[in-house]
């Protein structure tokens, strides 16, 4: 627990939206810049007074692999202030504001501007690693002449040829993310119907959550607009009936509406510490009471981290679930949410792998009544800053005095952090 009381004063968001769509022509600084601009002017802090900018990502471009220093100068932030990025898959937002957090807690700044980005509109894409091989030699090479030149193709396939996306796979199990969450599923006993519900039900809270205007507060309007177009409100089981396995085929559970898309956006994040945000005359919104990672195993509990890391962060607080009001899941599948709730609500697994502290049983109506990661979609480094923010609005609007939020994240890594309602 923080020694002394670090606060989020506010946070702000971009329209989630699917890849290849609105943000197709913006690069993933454009984003994370638009999102720091947006909340310096929602907040109106002079940008003198940033102390210290940390900023989320996952698939990086070389040219902005700094993308925390890059958008911070472009968003208006004192070249002076320094930056650096962070990244730890879904859950680099997360890390990045903790990280801020740390460094509060540690005397090192008083003043935090966090969050992160992702774009999947315009992902690296490289050369084989033959050819790069060959490419890195062409000077040499070359200045033989012809010959020299033709020593280059010596040994080429043709597959050799075909260009390099980003790796979906874990690079340590070589699985594709949805195998470990159908697997996760049947381990835990979530059919197909249960998944196909939770699906519908984000869809639906997302999209009456925009019609009440319960995001207007928290999202900045790109093109006037800051609705989410991955948002459907008007799904149903009979159409998530209609959709076939996308990872496990053809006996799989999951489907393309039970896992969440690949979308772009960015999300940003102003945290202080108390004093410091008083002094400036600004009303906190939360108090960031708690944080804790955890890791598992990758292989068999890839996405069952949040079940451990809730586990750590709630007897870190002495709090029990019942005196948690909002809670905020990243779902990152249906399937994977579900599970990790059987597994908190079981007193053998507790017994078994967490030391007999059981979390509870989580009612569904304290989770993600806004709408979630399936709904809104899940631009990888950003999802943290959505997270943090829509809690704190959520107990502001009388649901709670404590939020609980929690995330997986590839390698079998999990964040989970507690939220108190600010009062002086």
């Given at each position: ?135 890195l030699q062409a000077g ?99 159409k998530m009936a209609k ?182």
């Amino acid at each position: 627990m923080a020694s002394k009381r670090i606060v989020l004063v506010d946070g702000v968001r971009l329209p989630f939206q699917l890849a290849s769509t609105v943000y197709k022509k913006d690069l993933a600084v454009d984003l994370a810049q638009k999102a720091m601009k947006g909340l310096l002017v929602k907040t109106a802090l002079d940008p003198a007074l940033v102390d210290y900018v940390l900023y989320g990502t996952v698939i990086q471009e070389c040219r902005t692999s700094n993308i925390a220093r890059e958008a911070a100068i472009n968003a208006g932030i004192p070249k002076s202030v320094p930056a650096h990025t962070v990244s730890q898959a879904c859950i680099s937002a997360s890390q990045a504001i903790t990280t801020g957090a740390e460094k509060i807690l540690a005397g090192q700044a008083e003043v935090v501007l966090a969050g992160g980005c992702e774009t999947f509109s315009d992902v690296p894409i490289r050369f084989s690693k033959p050819i790069r091989s060959r490419l890195l030699q062409a000077g040499k090479a070359m200045k033989k002449g012809p010959m020299g030149a033709l020593s280059l193709l010596k040994g080429l396939q043709l597959r050799d040829l075909a260009p390099e996306a980003p790796a979906i796979a874990n690079y340590t199990t070589g699985e594709v993310m949805g195998h470990s969450a159908d697997r996760l599923a049947a381990r835990f006993g979530v059919s197909r119907d249960d998944q196909d519900h939770y699906a519908v039900r984000s869809h639906h809270n997302a999209a009456a959550a925009h019609e009440q205007g319960l995001y207007k507060d928290e999202v900045v309007p790109v093109g006037g607009e800051i609705f989410e177009n991955n948002i459907k409100g008007d799904t149903n089981m009979d159409k998530m009936a209609k959709l076939k396995p996308a990872f496990i085929k053809p006996h799989g559970t999951i489907t393309a509406g039970s896992a969440s898309p690949l979308t772009d956006g960015a999300s940003a994040v102003l945290i202080m510490s108390e004093d410091r945000a008083l002094k400036l005359g600004l009303t906190p919104k939360a108090i960031i009471k708690a944080w804790t990672y955890a890791a598992v195993d990758p292989f068999e509990d890839l996405l069952l981290g949040p079940t451990y890391a809730t586990a750590q962060v709630m007897s870190q607080t002495g709090l029990s679930i019942n005196d948690i009001g909002v809670v905020e899941f990243h779902e990152a599948f249906a399937g994977q949410v579900l599970a990790n709730l059987t597994a908190m609500a079981s007193d053998s697994f507790a017994q078994e792998n967490l030391g007999g502290f059981k979390v509870g049983d989580i009612p569904m109506e304290k989770i993600n009544t806004q709408g979630g990661s399936l709904s809104i979609g899940h631009p990888f480094g950003a999802t943290g800053g959505r997270l943090i923010t829509t809690a704190a609005n959520r107990m502001l609007r009388g649901e709670g005095n404590y939020a609980l939020l929690t995330a997986c994240a590839d390698g079998g890594l999990a964040h989970s952090c507690i939220l108190e309602r600010y009062e002086k």
